[in-house]
């Protein structure tokens, strides 16, 4: 394969998205290395960000007696660098999303990415690309979830350990896509730790990346340094109606008590079902079940970096 000394994707294997469906695939990129990705860079960045595109998530200690706290919050006026300092210094996990939407500089990173992974993967065509920068804190974590769309992760600064499991029972029950699909919450998943004898387990580190099967339930435990990454998402034919058919069959299951029997991908049941999950999207029923899932309780305190405030002004336990 052909490739100029400038292509991002620097030891991608050529393999297909056919092929990372099936097996997670490690890769090297150079992203690390350019100026436009340090971390002054990124602090840039974060300052200019527009609030309606980013989330910031306050989390609780590892293993903190198996307790989930996942927080939503805002900036409270502080500049890109101190928001830097207070995730380096807090549990905090920064997503900037659609990147590509807002700084042509990162649109222009993620459609070389994309360009290059294509270009070695001619067979399937993926569309809708998307792209976020994640920065988050030493030792901070993302617990067990799974996405819906294609994904990627590119190390940029710090290291990360990710697991990564099979998406199929017990790790990820149909149950629990379809109520990720209806809620756009991606994190209510049920985790055993048993799980974790069935994971495979990478060290990612600055200028490593990966991509892993449709609907891998993942989590991602930061090394004891400040971690930032860049996220990629992709679809396809397949994994547009693979979300329908979780839409179709997760209103089917809550809202008239029916257990669906099959996720076929065509046929008149499919075409059923994407009117559905259509006719249900367009009613607006869901749209109270997702803001539901993500009410904004806390800004980062200017006083002491690291630390948050709930916005009724009481310090969090
Ligand atoms: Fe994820």
């Known amino acids: ?13 050529p393999q ?17 290395t350019d100026p436009g990705f340090d971390k002054a860079a990124i602090a840039d960045l974060i300052g200019r960000y527009p609030r309606q595109n980013y989330s910031i998530v306050h989390m609780g200690e590892q293993g903190a007696n ?14 890109g660098h101190r928001v830097l300092d207070a995730i380096e210094r807090g549990r905090l996990w920064l997503n900037l999303r659609d990147g590509h939407d807002f700084d042509p500089s990162l649109r222009a990173a993620m459609m070389a990415l994309f360009a290059e992974a294509g ?6 065509s993926s569309y809708d690309h998307r792209m976020g920068i994640l920065v988050s804190s030493p030792n901070a974590q993302v617990y067990y979830h799974a996405d819906l769309p294609g994904q990627g992760l590119l190390q940029l600064h710090g290291r990360k350990r990710i697991y990564l499991y099979p998406p199929r029972p017990p790790f990820l029950s149909p149950e629990g896509l379809e109520n990720i699909a209806l809620s756009q919450l991606e994190v209510g998943l049920r985790y055993e730790p048993d799980f974790d004898r069935g994971a495979q387990v990478f060290d990612l580190e600055a200028g490593q990346g990966l991509f892993w099967p449709l609907n891998s339930p993942h989590r991602i435990e930061n090394h004891d340094c400040l971690n930032i990454s860049m996220t990629l998402e992709y679809w396809t034919q397949d994994i547009r ?23 076929r991908l065509s046929g ?18 869901l749209e109270s079940l997702r803001r539901a899932a993500r009410p904004v309780d ?8 690291g630390r948050i405030v709930d916005l009724d002004g009481n310090l969090p336990a």
């Open 1 to 13: 394969m052909d490739r100029t000394a400038s292509a991002p994707l620097s030891a991608l294997t």
């Open 16 to 32: 297909s998205p056919a092929q990372w469906q099936q097996a997670p695939l490690l890769f090297e990129h150079r992203l690390h």
């Open 66 to 79: 198996g307790k989930r706290v996942w927080r939503e919050g805002e900036f409270g006026g502080l500049d």
């Open 119 to 124: 270009a070695l993967a001619p067979p399937v």
């Open 241 to 263: 109606r693979n979300h329908m058919i979780n839409m179709a069959n997760g209103i089917l299951r809550r809202y008239f008590h029916h257990t669906p029997r099959n996720r």
């Open 268 to 285: 008149p049941s499919f075409y059923a079902k994407a009117a559905l999950q259509s006719l249900w999207r367009r009613s607006g029923r």
């Open 298 to 305: 806390f800004r980062l305190d200017p006083e002491h970096p």
